[in-house]
């Protein structure tokens, strides 16, 4: 079918009510591009209706260069996701009842990754996946409007895509700009980093709720005992502060900026786009920030290396709780995080548990250790590093003890930081630490774990994304708020849809780890839109840490006892 087609299709729904639009499911071809129209809303509230657009190549003319591997290719299609959510938005003439004339487009936020909403393919087509609010007034269907949408609007939003209409200085820098970083966070490891800081880098953003940069920044400059020169490919040599494996700390006064180049190191496992400031703050794919998150659902897990007798000899080598405490959610963060993989942990003072990062001297004295299950975090630090290559980055503002068992200590001081390691060393030998150590056992890596079948909601419509920070599945609503590197709305969907295909995984009996990874796998290889039913273009790359993460919360989850 032709546009001629759809122009007839359309013209036939004139006053009919909405459930005509029905009809119009299908694909249409134009002369740049075919319109694909996959699922059309059931009335003019529902969701909008997913729709696509297939440039051809020999009209978008996109330059082989811009994806000639895939770091360049995700780079092209999160600048072509960028254009089009703007001229969508420039396209969309609100109309009618509900959601009539609306045109949305998922374009990416402050960070890179791949997203549905753009993929070019092998040949240098383009794939939109959009949103359309069909128009009505009422329920009853506006014909000439959405004629007008459908045969003049969409093809000006498909034109726009042409490589001939693009800003292309710009899609160079989002091509060089993700390739760089990629680049970059490869050869961390020859580098013997767990993370790099440019100078230059812009590191605050513009409030708590706009994650674009601040204005007026102090520019980041690494101290010349910690600086690090890598060649990138576009950029060339750049310079910046190179964080090595084992215990870091970043110390310093209130409000000099140690959370804020503790967020920029969390964010860093993800691309950014050109002019966020943190495009070459990168770092290792494994980093997991870990929090406090008291009140959480734990499943099931090891926090014996933590948490030792609870009260009442509660057991903690398979511990559950429908409500944890400030102290045993951070263990179980850790200990999950663990399970997955994590190489690297980033943890601030801000929001952690205090008795679970340290017991004092005084503390020590006055609470004896038989009534204290807690190993505090300071003294496991070391040995999970030693023991399992396990890196520590910590914000600590507040506790001094902290600098016994640091390798490498960086004052942030009026935003710039400082290598203070040697003072450090100084120090911890004119003030000795007063306090025991408290460990009691080894520190022994946690068992993968397997789950009950009867853990997963059965409900039709399966889990969805409700905002970033939440999925509803069934009766069931997971609270993603810990996660905070989960930063998009669409990787909260894409997860979503994940867990259910996870939860079969785990009801044939796959451990968690298995079963994550054999989705990441599969996701990486065919692609998101396997993920969903139908092509849908709102969904984003997730990592592990977080689809575990996700599962971790829910509510329903049981052990496996077999
Ligand atoms: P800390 O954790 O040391 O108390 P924060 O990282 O929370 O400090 O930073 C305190 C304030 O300073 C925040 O409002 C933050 O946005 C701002 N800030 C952080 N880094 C910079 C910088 N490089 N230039 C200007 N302002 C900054
Ligand atoms: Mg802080």
């Known amino acids: 079918m032709d546009a001629r087609d759809l122009l007839q299709r359309v013209l036939r729904l004139e006053g009919k009510g909405y459930g005509a639009y029905k009809d119009l499911k299908g694909r249409y071809r134009f002369e740049d591009f ?3 129209i996959d699922k059309v809303q059931a009335d003019p509230f529902a969701p909008p209706s997913l729709f696509r657009l297939r440039i051809f190549s020999d009209r978008a003319q996109l330059p082989a260069w811009a994806y000639a591997n895939p770091s360049r290719q995700i780079g092209l299609e ?4 960028w254009v089009a959510e703007k001229e969508a938005r420039r396209l969309t003439k609100r109309l009618g009842t509900g959601k009539g004339g609306l045109i949305l487009v998922h374009g990416p936020g402050q960070e890179m990754f791949r997203r549905t909403a753009v993929e070019v393919g092998p040949e240098g087509e383009i794939e939109l996946r959009f ?16 004629r007008k949408l459908l045969l003049e609007t969409l093809p000006l939003l498909a034109k726009a895509l042409f490589y001939e209409n693009l800003p292309r200085d ?15 966070r490869t050869r961390l490891k020859e580098l013997g980093l767990i993370a790099f800081v440019a100078d230059g880098s812009i590191l605050p953003r513009a409030s708590g709720v706009d994650p674009r940069p601040a204005r007026g920044a102090v520019p980041f400059k690494a101290p010349e005992s910690l600086a690090v020169e890598v060649e990138l490919p576009h950029r060339g040599r750049v310079r910046g502060l190179g964080i090595r494996p084992g215990v870091t700390l970043i110390v310093g006064g209130g409000f000099h900026g140690k959370s804020t180049l503790l967020r920029a190191l969390e964010l860093g ?7 966020d400031g943190r495009e070459l703050v990168v770092t290792e794919p494994s980093a997991v920030k870990i929090r406090a998150e008291d009140g959480r659902q734990i499943t099931g897990v090891n926090i014996s290396p933590f948490i030792g007798r609870l009260p009442f000899g509660k057991d903690t080598t398979s511990f559950s709780t429908p409500c944890a405490s400030g102290s045993t959610s951070q263990a179980a963060n850790i200990m999950e995080a663990l399970e997955m993989g994590a190489r690297v942990f980033l943890i601030d003072e801000d929001t952690s548990a205090t008795n679970f990062m340290i017991r004092d001297a005084r503390m020590q004295a006055l609470i004896s250790k038989e009534k204290e299950p807690i190993i505090p975090y300071l003294d496991r630090v070391r040995e999970l590093y030693e023991k399992f290559g396990v890196s520590s980055i910590l914000v600590i503002g507040g506790s001094g003890d902290y600098l016994e068992v640091a390798d490498t200590v960086i004052a942030m001081d009026h935003y710039l930081p400082v290598d203070v390691t040697q ?18 056992g080894p520190f022994s890596l946690p068992a993968p774990r397997r789950f009950a079948p009867q853990s997963f909601p059965r409900d039709r419509k399966g889990p969805r994304a409700k905002a970033l920070d ?22 909260t969907n894409a997860m979503a849809y994940a867990l259910e295909i996870l939860a079969e995984r785990l009801s044939r009996g796959d451990n968690l780890p298995e079963a994550v990874s054999k989705i990441c796998e599969e996701v990486e290889r065919e692609g998101l839109h396997r993920l969903s039913p139908l092509p849908r273009g709102d969904l984003a790359a997730f990592r592990p840490f977080e689809l575990a993460g996700a599962l971790n919360r829910l509510r329903s989850l049981k052990i496996r006892h077999d």
Do not use: C, M, S
């Open 470 to 491: 939440r999925i509803l599945w069934g009766r069931e609503q997971i609270d993603l708020g810990a996660l905070e590197q989960l930063v998009d709305r669409d990787q």
């Open 269 to 275: 496992v993800y691309n950014h786009v050109p002019d």
């Open 423 to 440: 003072r450090a060393r100084e120090v911890v030998k004119e003030f000795p630490l007063a306090r025991k150590r408290e460990v009691e």
């Open 131 to 146: 949103f359309v609010g069909l128009p009505a007034a009422g329920r009853r269907i506006l014909a000439k409007e959405a």
């Open 78 to 81: 999160n600048f072509l996701a």
């Open 170 to 184: 710009l899609l160079k820098r989002f091509v060089e700009t993700n390739e760089d970083a990629d680049f970059l």
């Open 34 to 36: 075919e319109l694909i």
